[in-house]
C-alpha cells in the first residue's frame, strides 16, 4: 500500500474528532430519526430522513475521504448504480457496459435503460478501449472486472472517453478505495457495493457513489432524494464500523490471495488460473501500473461442475455462497449464476483467516478431488 493510501488509513479513525465537543462519544452515535426538530423556516439543519441522516452522513464523510471525493450512500450497490444512470441518462442516450462485468448491470440497462430509450452496448473488458468511444454519454466499466478478473487501462479510456465529451464510470467493488482509485487515474464516477469488502462482514447490503464533480452529485443526491432510495441509519452505522478496519482486513485478504494464488496455479487439479497479482497474469503489469494492491479475489477452473462443487463444499475453511469481500472465506461456481463461465468456473474471495491454515483446507480440498 502506497504511502497515501496508508495516511489515508490513519486518518480515517479520527475523522470525527475534529469536530467534538467535550463529552462526545467517541464512536459513531446511531441516530434512528426520519424527522428531526425544526422551529422556524431556516435550512441548513436535519429536517427529514429522506434528505439526511448525521449517521449516513459520517459514513459518506469517511468513504469521501479515503475517496477524495463528495460520496453519496445508497441502500445498495445496484442502487448506487441505478441512481447514476436515472440521475444522469435521458432517451436519446448511448451507454456503454462490459460485457464480462457483474451480470446485474447489463440486466438493469437491459430491462429498464432501454424501454425509457436510453441505447445500450456491451463491450469485452480487456478489448474495451477497441472501436472508441463516439456517441456515448456514458461508459461504464468494471475493473478487475466480476467474475474473470480481466482489467482495463482506466486512464487511456477516461481520455478517450472525454476525448469525445461523455462520462466515465467505474464500478470499483473489486478493489475498495485502498486497492484502486479510479478518480486519480481520470473517471468522473466511482461506483461501489460496499456489501462487499468495505463492510466486510457480509450482515449488510450498502453501495456508495463518488465523484469530484459537483453538478454530478448535486444530480445524483436530487435523484435520491426524489426517488427516495435511501439507505437506513443502522446499515450505515454497520458500513461505518467496518470501514475502520477495512484497511486492516483488506491488507490481510490482499497478502493471503497473493500467496494462495501462486500456490494455486501450481496445484495439478487447477486450470486457467486468474489473478491480476501474478506474474504472467495477461492482467499484471496493468494491474501494477493503476492499482495499489491486486485484490483478494483469484478464479479457476476445475474439470467440471462436479469437481468444482465438491470442492467448495469440502473445504473446512470455505463458505459456499454468492458475493465476495468478506472476512470468512467464500467461493462460487459462477455458471449456476448465469455468468459465461465454464461450469467448473470458481470464483473464490480470499478472507482473513490465517494464511497458513486457509491454504491447508484448500490444498486438501483439492487432493480429496483426486480420490
Ligand atoms: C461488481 C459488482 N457491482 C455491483 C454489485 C451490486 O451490489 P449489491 O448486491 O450491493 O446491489 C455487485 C454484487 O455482487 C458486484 O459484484
Redesign the pocket.
Known sequence: MSETAKSRAAALAHLRSRDFAKGDPIPLPLTMASIFHTPGEEAGFDQYGRYDNPTWRAVEHALGHLEDAHCLAFP??????SSVFFALLKSGDRVLLPAD??H??RALAERFLKPFGVACDTRPTPTFLDGGFDGYRLVFA?SP??PRLDICDIAAVANAVHAHGALLVV?N??MTPYGQRPLDLGADIV??????AVNGHSDV???HVASRNPDIVAKVRDWREMAGGIPGPFEAWLVHRGLETLEVRFDRMCSSAETIAKRLKNHHAVGALRFPGLDGDPSHNLARAQMERFGFLISFELASEQKAEDFIDNCALMQSA???GGVHTSAERRSKRGDAVPSGFVRLSIGCEPVEELWQAIEASLDRLDS
Open positions: 445498495s450497490g445496484m442502487g448506487a448504480i462485468g457483474y446485474a448491470t468494471e472486472s466480476n464500478d467493488t473489486t461506483v461501489s457495493a460496499d456489501t462487499k447490503l450498502f453501495g454468492t458475493s465476495f
